[in-house]
Nanobody
Framework: QVQVVDSGGGLVQVGGSLRLSCAAS????????MGWFRQAPGKEEREFVA?????????YYADSVNGRFTISRDNAKNTVYLQMDSLKPEDTAVYYC???????????????????WGQGTQVTVSS
Protein backbone atom coordinates (compact mmCIF):
# COMPACT_ATOMS: atom_id res chain seq x y z
CA GLN A 1 0.00 0.00 0.00
CA VAL A 2 1.34 3.40 -1.00
CA GLN A 3 0.81 6.34 1.31
CA VAL A 4 0.62 9.84 -0.08
CA VAL A 5 0.90 12.89 2.17
CA ASP A 6 0.42 16.36 0.77
CA SER A 7 1.24 19.60 2.58
CA GLY A 8 2.17 23.25 2.16
CA GLY A 9 -1.20 24.92 1.77
CA GLY A 10 -2.16 28.14 3.47
CA LEU A 11 -3.54 31.64 3.11
CA VAL A 12 -1.89 33.95 0.59
CA GLN A 13 -2.74 37.24 -1.05
CA VAL A 14 -3.46 37.68 -4.73
CA GLY A 15 -0.23 37.57 -6.70
CA GLY A 16 1.58 35.62 -4.02
CA SER A 17 3.23 32.21 -4.15
CA LEU A 18 3.02 28.88 -2.37
CA ARG A 19 4.82 25.59 -2.79
CA LEU A 20 2.96 22.38 -2.15
CA SER A 21 4.80 19.17 -1.35
CA CYS A 22 3.72 15.57 -1.75
CA ALA A 23 5.62 12.73 -0.12
CA ALA A 24 4.88 9.19 -1.21
CA SER A 25 6.03 5.93 0.30
CA UNK A 26 7.39 3.00 -1.63
CA UNK A 27 10.66 1.99 -3.19
CA UNK A 28 9.23 2.31 -6.69
CA UNK A 29 8.16 5.94 -6.41
CA UNK A 30 10.33 6.76 -9.39
CA UNK A 31 8.01 4.67 -11.59
CA UNK A 32 4.83 6.55 -10.63
CA UNK A 33 3.04 9.18 -12.59
CA MET A 34 2.18 11.92 -10.09
CA GLY A 35 -0.57 14.48 -10.36
CA TRP A 36 -2.14 17.41 -8.58
CA PHE A 37 -5.87 18.02 -8.58
CA ARG A 38 -8.03 20.57 -6.81
CA GLN A 39 -11.60 20.84 -5.64
CA ALA A 40 -13.05 24.29 -5.26
CA PRO A 41 -15.87 25.13 -2.83
CA GLY A 42 -19.22 23.99 -4.17
CA LYS A 43 -17.69 21.92 -6.96
CA GLU A 44 -18.34 18.19 -7.04
CA GLU A 45 -15.48 17.03 -9.21
CA ARG A 46 -11.77 17.35 -8.74
CA GLU A 47 -10.14 19.47 -11.41
CA PHE A 48 -6.85 18.50 -13.01
CA VAL A 49 -4.02 20.92 -12.25
CA ALA A 50 -0.72 19.33 -13.27
CA UNK A 51 0.99 15.98 -13.77
CA UNK A 52 4.49 14.65 -14.20
CA UNK A 53 5.62 11.33 -15.61
CA UNK A 54 8.08 8.98 -13.94
CA UNK A 55 11.14 10.41 -15.58
CA UNK A 56 10.20 13.97 -14.80
CA UNK A 57 10.83 14.88 -18.40
CA UNK A 58 7.18 15.20 -19.33
CA UNK A 59 4.89 17.60 -17.53
CA TYR A 60 1.31 18.58 -18.23
CA TYR A 61 -0.77 21.50 -17.05
CA ALA A 62 -4.34 22.70 -17.09
CA ASP A 63 -4.79 25.78 -19.27
CA SER A 64 -5.88 27.75 -16.22
CA VAL A 65 -2.52 27.34 -14.48
CA ASN A 66 -0.10 26.99 -17.39
CA GLY A 67 2.67 29.55 -17.05
CA ARG A 68 1.95 30.16 -13.36
CA PHE A 69 2.38 26.72 -11.77
CA THR A 70 5.33 24.36 -12.04
CA ILE A 71 5.33 20.68 -11.13
CA SER A 72 8.60 18.92 -10.35
CA ARG A 73 9.82 15.79 -8.60
CA ASP A 74 12.78 14.62 -6.59
CA ASN A 75 12.87 10.84 -6.87
CA ALA A 76 15.67 10.59 -4.30
CA LYS A 77 13.30 12.12 -1.74
CA ASN A 78 10.10 10.44 -2.99
CA THR A 79 8.61 13.89 -3.27
CA VAL A 80 6.68 15.92 -5.83
CA TYR A 81 6.29 19.67 -5.67
CA LEU A 82 3.82 22.16 -7.05
CA GLN A 83 5.20 25.69 -7.19
CA MET A 84 2.31 28.11 -7.51
CA ASP A 85 3.04 31.70 -8.51
CA SER A 86 0.84 34.67 -9.41
CA LEU A 87 -2.00 33.17 -7.44
CA LYS A 88 -5.56 34.28 -8.15
CA PRO A 89 -8.73 34.04 -6.05
CA GLU A 90 -10.02 31.34 -8.40
CA ASP A 91 -7.09 29.14 -7.35
CA THR A 92 -8.73 28.77 -3.92
CA ALA A 93 -9.41 25.09 -3.39
CA VAL A 94 -8.36 21.96 -1.58
CA TYR A 95 -5.38 20.56 -3.46
CA TYR A 96 -4.83 16.82 -3.68
CA CYS A 97 -1.76 14.90 -4.71
CA UNK A 98 -2.25 11.58 -6.46
CA UNK A 99 -0.09 8.72 -7.63
CA UNK A 100 -0.40 5.85 -10.05
CA UNK A 101 2.07 3.08 -10.91
CA UNK A 102 0.37 2.50 -14.25
CA UNK A 103 0.78 4.18 -17.58
CA UNK A 104 -1.49 7.18 -17.92
CA UNK A 105 -3.22 7.36 -21.26
CA UNK A 106 -4.59 10.79 -20.43
CA UNK A 107 -1.19 12.36 -19.66
CA UNK A 108 -2.22 12.38 -16.03
CA UNK A 109 -5.36 14.43 -16.61
CA UNK A 110 -8.00 11.84 -15.70
CA UNK A 111 -8.45 11.48 -11.93
CA UNK A 112 -9.87 7.98 -12.44
CA UNK A 113 -6.44 6.72 -13.47
CA UNK A 114 -4.92 7.38 -10.05
CA UNK A 115 -4.62 4.70 -7.42
CA UNK A 116 -3.46 6.63 -4.36
CA TRP A 117 -4.50 10.01 -2.97
CA GLY A 118 -3.33 12.40 -0.33
CA GLN A 119 -5.65 13.85 2.27
CA GLY A 120 -5.67 17.31 0.68
CA THR A 121 -4.26 20.67 1.66
CA GLN A 122 -6.24 23.91 1.67
CA VAL A 123 -5.09 26.84 -0.44
CA THR A 124 -6.89 30.15 0.06
CA VAL A 125 -6.10 33.20 -2.05
CA SER A 126 -7.48 36.43 -0.66
CA SER A 127 -8.15 39.53 -2.73
Amino acid sequence: QVQVVDSGGGLVQVGGSLRLSCAASGRTFYTYTMGWFRQAPGKEEREFVAAIRRSGGSTYYADSVNGRFTISRDNAKNTVYLQMDSLKPEDTAVYYCAATPYYSASNGRDYREYEYWGQGTQVTVSS
